[in-house]
């Protein structure tokens, strides 16, 4: 009866031990819009899923959807973050502007000239006035890309080239300083933009040195390259299900906090800056098939000048939507 007994309670014990271990292992889906091989793959999604496998003894796990396998497109990403299709998602802030107003300051020329410094701004500033925007979700990334060249079919490398040009912006609230640039702004995706410029709809992109290879190769449909531009910068986010998040056991919930926030969005910011860092290292000596000129200094002065003056437009809009303080954000991120 004894031996019968404790047979029981071993088999018990084996039980729930096997319940525990498949309990704790956890894999999370990651959603993306972007190919295999583009770089926030290849080095923020890489990192991020060593860093968890590596800090949960492999317990915590990532799986990648690239190109759109949970969904396609950019624009319902965050939709796709807070409804749980994916995980996790990565998307583009300024396709759903109204959501993050104040986030979308960051997009806007400032002091900044590279992603990491941009990032690094956002984040100054980012607890105290942005966070609520992003309630929803549990944030695991804030990040950007800069935009610093203009890529067109004309040349767009002074005032008098930028004048009536059709130029696509990182988003709508840059409205006016395109405006003031003399430009006109038209809002589309990212993934329209290569047929965009071929067939002439638009006449300039606000993009990054890394967009003219691939995946996104601007270089066989741009004639004019325009470096030493005032950059602006497109911020993208990876946001995770709240109901995700809450639902990992307190272990794996700290690992994701360590490596969340600033950490996991300077890896997206590394992602775009060592791209731009590898075109920049191809270009030189190559024979391009664009003409490619550098701003002069007095008509960059021209053009820093024609954004302080949309600038004022920008607050004065903000202030129409209910957002005082956006020049207040804005200076903080820029001081």
Known sequence: MFSQLR??????????????????????????????????????????????????????????????????????????????????TLGVAAYTPTLFPKTMLAILPGRANTAAESTDRIWRVFDEYMADEWSEVKVLAIGSVAGSIFVGNRDISTMEGLKGAKLVPFAPSTSPVIEALGAVPVMMEITDMYTALDTGT???????????????????????????????????????????????????????????????????????D??????????????LKYEWKVVSDAERAKMDAAVRLGMEEVYADYAARGVSNAKEIYEAMND
Not at 25 to 41: G, M, Q, Y
Not at 274 to 287: P, Q, R, T, V
């Open 202 to 272: 638009v006449d300039v992109l606000t993009t990054s040195f890394n967009s003219l290879m691939p995946p996104w190769n601007l270089e066989d449909v741009a004639t004019h390259v325009a470096e030493n531009v005032p950059a602006s910068f497109q911020v993208l986010f990876v946001a995770m299900n709240k109901e995700r998040y809450e639902g990992l056991s307190d272990e794996h919930r700290a690992i994701i906090d360590e490596v969340a926030g600033l950490p996991m969005s300077q890896m997206m910011a590394k992602s775009f």
């Open 7 to 88: 047979a029981t309670c071993v088999a018990a014990g084996v039980l729930v031990l096997s319940t525990h271990t498949v309990t704790q292992a956890e894999e999370l889906s990651v959603a993306t819009f972007v190919p295999p091989n583009h770089e926030t793959n290849e080095v923020m999604f890489k990192w991020f899923g060593e860093e968890i496998e590596k800090r949960s003894g492999g317990s915590l796990t990532m799986k990648l959807y690239p190109a759109g396998q949970l969904g396609a497109g950019p624009t319902q990403q965050y939709k796709r973050a807070v409804e749980g299709v994916g995980d996790i």
């Open 274 to 287: 060592s791209a731009d860092e590898i075109f920049l290292n191809m270009k030189d000596g190559a024979d």
